[in-house]
T-cell receptor, first 110, second 117 residues
Framework: QKEVEQDPGPLSVPEGAIVSLNCTYS??????FMWYRQYSRKGPELLMY????GNKEDGRFTAQVDKSSKYISLFIRDSQPSDSATYLC??????????FGSGTQLTVLP | GAVVSQHPSWVICKSGTSVKIECRSL??????MFWYRQFPKQSLMLMAT?????????EQGVEKDKFLINHASLTLSTLTVTSAHPEDSSFYIC?????????????FGQGTRLTVV
């Protein structure tokens, strides 16, 4: 079993839709949770970072963490074609090493 | 946010030759850098952790004699793929951990697409 599971998609939604991306994890030592966006042939860029259970909002993005269920989500409101990318969840414990999900490929159709 | 610059962005080399990839932290000092490899439609797989002034730590299954890592300064880490073969063709990405307030988010380079022919 992988430490971090993420549905690879692909996921296609119409412009303006709400997108829900999810990851589950098995390692209870994970304390820090991140979402990265990666455009084709580019390095990942950090979107959201959180370390506590609950919701964290930043513009159209909301990160949700449920440590009791070992489940994290990223919601994108009013999705735009420019949001089309691969979204990677990542998490770490006290060490700085990140463990990544496999990534979900998202396409927002105009 | 912090900037990590990685060069080259793409390289094509002949089988048997060596390729060096550079990763620089532009506006901060990075005592640690991580090197990842990413195959198409797959996630990032950690290859090694580079530590300034000491030997790199390699993940299980990664050949340290093939993937030479040097972290000679606080702003530069290099990965050299020696005697490259077509199966080494991949997307290589470096990252430096964030240092603000104990956060562990990482800042990534732009990645290097290596094609070995």
């Amino acid at each position: 079993q992988k430490e971090v599971e993420q549905d690879p998609g692909p996921l296609s939604v119409p412009e303006g839709a709400i997108v829900s991306l999810n990851c589950t994890y098995s390692n209870s030592a994970f304390q820090y949770f991140m979402w990265y966006r990666q455009y084709s042939r580019k390095g990942p860029e950090l979107l959201m970072y959180t370390y506590s259970s609950g919701n964290k909002e930043d513009g159209r993005f909301t990160a949700q963490v449920d440590k009791s269920s070992k489940y994290i989500s990223l919601f994108i409101r009013d999705s735009q074609p420019s949001d089309s990318a691969t979204y990677l969840c990542a998490m770490s414990g006290t060490a700085r090493q990140l463990t990544f999900g496999s990534g979900t490929q998202l396409t927002v159709l105009p | 946010g912090a900037v990590v610059s990685q060069h080259p962005s793409w390289v094509i080399c002949k089988s048997g030759t060596s390729v060096k990839i550079e990763c620089r932290s532009l506006d901060f000092q990075a005592t640690t850098m991580f090197w990842y490899r990413q195959f198409p439609k797959q996630s990032l797989m950690l290859m090694a952790t580079s530590n300034e002034g000491s030997k790199a730590t390699y993940e299980q299954g990664v050949e340290k004699d093939k993937f030479l890592i040097n972290h000679a300064s606080l702003t530069l880490s290099t990965l050299t793929v020696t005697s490259a073969h077509p199966e080494d063709s991949s997307f290589y990405i470096c990252s430096a951990p964030g240092t603000t307030g104990g956060n562990t988010e990482a800042f990534f380079g732009q990645g290097t697409r290596l094609t070995v022919v």
